[in-house]
């Protein structure tokens, strides 16, 4: 993921201009960057991680219990044998699909063998639930962790207020922005759009901090210390319904985010998260050149 997380805004003097090419801003910070870096990696092996975890038990509830004297499924992924052989499904509130070979069933050397998620998408690829456990809840801290580390420094420097919070010009602006983004039309400034504004604040603030919520409420030992958490969420069994469409949410943010990469630029993009330095539209009027710091 590039630019998830928005870096602070730089002093207007951070800015390099030449005759022939727009001007180039800086535009991430440091910590940004590093911070940015450090989510990208913890989510990718919170994903496969948590998918081998997923796969010891591919069903998913409603309430605080589950098992055969309760209808409240909402999703189960599974295998049947018949007589072709092992056949994979996919069924979502009652409704089933031949899922062979991408869920319920894998192809494991030329065998179909039953399994969840198949092994390309798990850490480990094979079933081992210890060790995706182990994997799982060590970089679940380390999101924690730099979460919170990212949110104190943005409080402190006012990066929330002036960055990510929409104002009442940016949701007069927002019919706008989708329309330019339907277009594949993009305006490269030091400010984010509105749609940039509400989908770094959704995953920022609403699906992050769900993903952290459910998941200590599956934890047995948090029940024990905090044993209201899991009545917050209507029973464990919804918070764990919660946790993996979060974790959806967060894949087609994922998607949709590297696409929107692509389509605006993705060396400017890149450089902008690696280096900190971003290339912007070209002003209407000559702005006055000056010497960009070197930081």
């Not at 602006?173 to 339907?182: E, K, M, R, T, V």
């Not at 993903?211 to 917050?232: E, N, Q």
């Amino acid at each position: 993921m590039v630019d998830t997380a928005p870096g602070n805004r730089p002093a207007s003097n951070d800015v390099a201009t030449s005759i022939d090419k727009p001007p180039i801003i800086y535009r991430q910070f440091l910590w940004t960057r590093i911070t940015h870096w450090i989510w990208a990696v913890a989510i990718f092996f919170l994903l496969l991680s948590g998918l081998q975890i997923f796969n010891a038990h591919p069903t998913l509830y409603i309430g605080k219990q589950s098992g055969f004297d309760f209808s409240n499924e909402v999703l189960a992924i599974g295998s049947e044998d018949t007589a072709s052989g092992p056949v994979g499904y996919t069924r979502i509130l009652g409704e089933r699909f031949n899922t062979t070979g991408v869920l319920g069933v894998s192809v494991l050397d030329d065998t179909p063998t039953p399994r969840g998620f198949p092994p390309w998408a798990t850490i480990p690829s094979y079933q081992d639930l210890g060790t995706g456990r182990v994997v799982h809840f060590f970089f679940a801290w380390v999101l924690v962790i730099t979460l919170l580390g990212w949110l104190f420094g943005s409080v402190i420097n006012g990066h929330l207020r002036r960055d990510l919070a929409p104002r009442a010009i940016d949701m007069r602006a927002l019919p706008g922005d989708i329309l330019n983004h339907l277009k594949f039309r993009f305006h490269h400034t030091r400010e984010y759009n509105t749609l940039q504004k509400l989908a770094y604040g959704g995953v920022l603030f609403v699906v992050m901090p769900l993903i952290i919520l459910t998941g200590l409420t599956m934890s047995p030992s948090m029940d024990s210390i905090v044993p209201f958490i899991a009545d917050l969420f209507g029973g464990r069994q919804t918070a764990r319904t919660i946790h993996f469409c979060m974790m959806l949410l967060l894949v087609f943010f994922f998607i949709v985010h590297m696409l929107m990469i692509l389509a605006a630029g993705p060396i400017n993009e890149l450089r902008s998260i690696i280096t900190g330095w971003y290339r912007i539209d070209a002003p209407s009027e000559p702005i006055e050149t000056k010497e960009a710091e070197t930081r």
